[in-house]
Structure formats: structure tokens, C-alpha cells
């Protein structure tokens, strides 16, 4: 079974600043990737997905993340943050050879400061 | 509708008592998914329906949880003699065919199920 690490469990930054969320899985031969973002008291929304092709993906928000195989990540990252994108964000995988079903990470908590 | 529904967007019960968790999924998905939010934690998954049946309940915890979606749109989560251990967010997601992973899911904003 697939397993998501996402290594911080908050990031703090400053507005107009970049981030760079961390997420690693376990390996296989292909994945699918997600990004997911949660606001308070709301549902997951997707940001992004990594289905197959090039290994940057652009998403919604100005949210990029970029597929490292041989690292087996999917970093999110944004150039410039608000105070809006304070949210957690979910990496998720799923394995296309398998049941699909995506599995989750823990989350991280993005919380920009004015 | 628009989007994935949940409903009640709040539960309290009494440890020992049943309650049902209903998801309303977007009209024409037949994929389903029920998931677990613990406080500071992921979405874990329970089930996964593909139209009638579940085609995978691999996660749900113990015999005490079901889930069933008769007409292949609606369906409904069930918990037998709640334990405070099974306070947390219900999630439920929606998608086209199988996997959905073309689409992503669409997410409801959940059920905060809280057993006192």
C-alpha cells in the first residue's frame, strides 16, 4: 500500500514570501499525485494532480508542484503567498495499477502573517 | 446539486447510540467515497462505492460501521454503539467512473460527528 509523509506539520511565512510544502510517498512503479487544499469548516478542494507527462504541474491559486521520481516527491510551492492561501494542504496518491483509491498525508498548516 | 452534500454538517451523540451520515453526491458520478478526519490528522479512507455496490471497505474500522447506497446516488453511513473514539470529521467524495483520478474527487464539506 502506498503511504504520503508530509514532513512539516505547520509552515509560518510572511506575506508576499514564497513556500515550499514538502510531501514524499512511498515508491512504486507509477503514481498519481494530488494536492489538495482545506479550508476551515470547508471540504477538500483540489489544487493540482500529477497524472503522467511533464513533471511540473500548475494549479489552481498560482500553485505549482513538481514530480521527482527518483526523489519519490511532489513538492508544492507558490512564489508569492496571501493571507488567503492560509489553509491545510493534503498531498495524496494513488496507484493507477491498483484500486485508485488515494491515500492521504497528515496535512500541513500554512499560516501567513501579515 | 452543484456540489457533494453532507449532511448533518454537525452530530452530537451519546456513546452507545446509531447514527447515519447521509452523502448526496454530484449527479451523474457513480464513484463514491466515504473518509475519517481525525483532529491533526489526513483523511483516512472507509469506503468506496462504484454505483451500488461497495466495491471496497477495506478501511472501515469494525463491524460496527456500514454503509450502503441502494439507488446508486445517495448513500448513507452508518455506526452502530458510537464510541468517543469515533468522534471525527465524515468526508464524503464523488467522481466519475472508476478511480477518478483524471478528475480528482469532489469533496463534501463533511459531518463533525462528536460522541460524548
Known amino acids: 500500500a502506498q503511504s504520503v509523509t508530509q514532513l512539516d506539520s505547520q509552515v509560518p511565512v510572511f506575506e508576499e514570501a514564497p513556500v515550499e510544502l514538502r510531501c514524499n510517498y512511498s515508491s512504486s512503479v507509477s503514481v498519481y499525485l494530488f494536492w489538495y487544499v482545506q479550508y476551515p469548516n470547508q471540504g477538500l478542494q483540489l489544487l493540482l494532480k500529477y497524472l503522467s507527462g511533464s513533471t511540473l504541474v500548475k494549479g489552481i491559486n498560482g500553485f505549482e508542484a513538481e514530480f521527482n521520481k527518483s526523489q519519490t516527491s511532489f513538492h508544492l510551492r507558490k512564489p508569492s503567498v496571501h493571507i488567503s492561501d492560509t489553509a491545510e494542504y493534503f498531498c495524496a496518491v494513488s496507484d493507477p495499477g491498483g484500486s485508485y483509491i488515494p491515500t492521504f498525508g497528515r496535512g500541513t498548516s500554512l499560516i501567513v502573517h501579515p | 446539486g452543484a456540489g457533494v452534500s453532507q449532511t448533518p454538517s454537525n452530530k452530537v451523540t451519546e456513546k452507545g447510540k446509531y447514527v447515519e451520515l447521509r452523502c448526496d453526491p454530484i449527479s451523474g458520478h457513480t464513484a463514491l467515497y466515504w473518509y475519517r478526519q481525525s483532529l491533526g490528522q489526513g483523511p483516512e479512507f472507509l469506503i468506496y462505492?462504484?454505483?451500488?455496490?461497495?466495491?471496497?471497505d477495506s478501511g472501515l474500522p469494525n463491524d460496527r460501521f456500514f454503509a450502503v447506497r441502494p439507488e446508486g446516488s445517495v448513500s448513507t453511513l452508518k455506526i452502530q454503539r458510537t464510541e468517543r473514539g469515533d468522534s471525527a470529521v465524515y468526508l464524503c467524495?464523488?467522481?466519475f467512473g472508476t478511480g477518478g483520478a483524471a478528475e480528482g474527487y469532489t469533496f463534501g464539506s463533511g459531518t463533525r460527528l462528536t460522541v460524548v
Open positions: 467524495a464523488s467522481s
Open positions: 462505492f462504484q454505483g451500488t455496490g461497495a466495491a471496497d
